[in-house]
């Protein structure tokens, strides 16, 4: 999370110790992802969560005996009926929580993820989070457990630190850059000196990665309430309009950027210069044909994350025509999120934007947009 990043980074900096809990796995309906951490300073300051109130209070001491010792623990989470409502997760998941101690020397790792974060570069930072003393004999390292806590940050072309074996840092930094790519934290599993084998050594990659784009089409009241829910969903929002008079800043104060630009020039050069990504999210909402048909043209030929166009069902009916004529597959239009939303009998701007938020949070997560109450399974989603 980035606020207990970068209070991390400022109190070490600053010359503090603190112990950083991070969520490195999951399974079931665990309520917080890999990567959601937990800080905890010598003064008792606590900045973040990993579970939302269900470990906290247990997680929280186990900090402090971590930053009393400088031992590195990773605990493990679930329920029991003897400690659902002690320490265990009420919810059915369960999750591994991995806490260090981080101090001054962590810096050199530290300031290379922050300026990466400065810099709009993804980064990634890759731990020891278990060393498994069970390796047959002749090929454990001397001390195992000093491995725990050793790190590797990956910030574009640059490596920081070390894992302890030149090997296996070079086979944690090319499977990280796979990670860092998906945008996706997660486990990667070697023996001591790099070996895919599966035993060994745990890592765990946290990607810091860019803010994912939102990029809104048409300079309209939908649009302004669409670009509001985005930034709160924590997309990077850019609203784009061909009529100077409507697109302007102060009519859209949530948007990180207003472009006055013919939409599908707008996006063409984006997809050019690599700043859209899988993760980018495309709200078309001009339901005029003449920017609409050439930008969905364009847009539906490329991997994105979402893409949705406002209208009728007549316009969404005329809208198919027109861009059967310029040449999309019937698979390529089925990736159209058209007339675009969830149904949720909402009229005005405000309820649009949330059924268009609900339907790209769904597409994110696999999602059905069924009320919870007529489905059985899991709550949450695996991405």
Do not use: N
């Amino acid at each position: 999370m980035p606020d207990v990043f970068d209070e991390v980074h400022r109190r070490c900096r600053a010359g503090e110790a603190v112990a950083l809990a991070t969520v490195v796995a999951t399974w079931r309906s665990a309520p917080q992802p890999p990567g959601a951490a937990m800080l905890v300073t010598a003064d008792g300051t606590v900045t973040g969560s990993v579970s939302g109130g269900c470990v906290e209070a247990d997680l929280y001491e186990r900090a402090r005996h971590v930053l009393d010792t400088g031992r590195s623990e990773l605990t493990r989470y679930g329920i029991s009926d003897d400690d659902a409502y002690i320490v265990g997760l009420t919810c059915g998941g369960v999750l591994d929580v991995f806490v260090q101690r981080m101090d001054s020397g962590a810096l050199a790792e530290l300031d290379a993820v922050a300026a990466a974060r400065r810099a709009a570069e993804p980064a990634a930072v890759v731990t020891c989070v278990a060393a498994d003393a069970a390796d047959p004999p002749g090929t454990l390292p001397d001390d195992p457990a000093g491995r725990l806590g050793r790190r590797l940050v990956l910030a574009g072309q640059r490596v920081t630190g070390s894992l302890g074996d030149d090997r296996l840092d070079a086979a944690a930094t090319a499977d990280a850059r796979g990670l860092l790519a998906a945008g996706q934290s997660g486990v990667l599993r070697y023996g001591y000196h790099g070996q895919r084998r599966g035993t060994g050594l745990d890592l765990f990659v946290a990607v810091y990665a860019t803010e994912p784009r939102m990029i809104v089409l048409g300079a309209t009241d939908f649009a302004a309430a669409v670009a509001r829910i985005g930034a709160f969903l924590g997309y990077r929002v850019t609203v784009c309009d061909a009529r100077p008079v409507f697109a302007t800043a102060p009519r859209f104060p949530e948007a990180d950027e207003v472009v006055v630009r013919w939409p599908h020039h707008y996006l063409r050069s984006e997809l050019e210069a690599g700043r859209v990504d899988r993760r980018t999210v495309v709200c078309v909402l001009t339901h005029d044909p003449r920017f609409d048909v050439p930008l969905l043209a364009l847009a539906l030929r490329h991997e994105l994350a979402y893409v949705g166009a406002m209208g009728s069902r007549r316009t969404h009916d005329e809208r198919h025509k027109l861009l059967r004529e310029e040449g999309l597959t019937e698979a390529q239009l089925a990736r159209l999120a058209s007339p675009i939303g969830l149904d949720l009998g909402g009229r005005t701007p405000q309820e649009t934007a949330v059924s268009v938020a609900a339907q790209i949070v769904a597409a994110r997560w696999g999602g059905t947009g069924h009320p919870l109450t007529t489905l059985a399974g899991p709550i949450h989603h695996a991405a």
